[in-house]
């Protein structure tokens, strides 16, 4: 099990850390919405909750909840340059489908 991060990711995140020093780490998951099911979730991680799995890469803790792991288990987050700023990018190989504007997925087992 894992979720890694490129260096251009890590460099991102490390820079909202800096900026918030309470924060531990990067929290990513999922949530059911969007149009395909589910919708990704990235936000900085203020606790360890039940049930986290942390994850460490490139000096960057990642907490992912029990239910979402599933789902983004093997995930790549990358950062994307657009011409308005920085973008998270994921990279998830459970996704079987992603909606046209890509914030949203579906699995195999949702298929089913």
Request: aromatic share 8%; hydrophobic share 35%.
């Amino acid at each position: 099990m894992s979720v890694t991060l490129t260096p251009a990711a890590a460099d991102r995140v490390n820079r909202f850390l800096e900026k918030e020093p309470g924060a531990l780490g990067l929290r990513f998951g999922v949530k059911r919405t969007g149009c395909s099911g589910w919708q990704y979730v990235a936000d900085l991680a203020h606790g360890e909750q039940p049930g986290d799995t942390v994850f460490e890469d490139r000096g960057v803790r990642i907490y992912v909840d029990m239910l979402s792991l599933p789902q983004v288990d093997g995930t790549v987050i990358d950062v994307e340059q657009r011409k308005l700023g920085d973008q998270f990018l994921f990279r998830n190989p459970n996704a079987s489908a992603e909606c046209g504007c890509g914030e949203s997925f579906t699995t195999d087992a949702d298929l089913a």
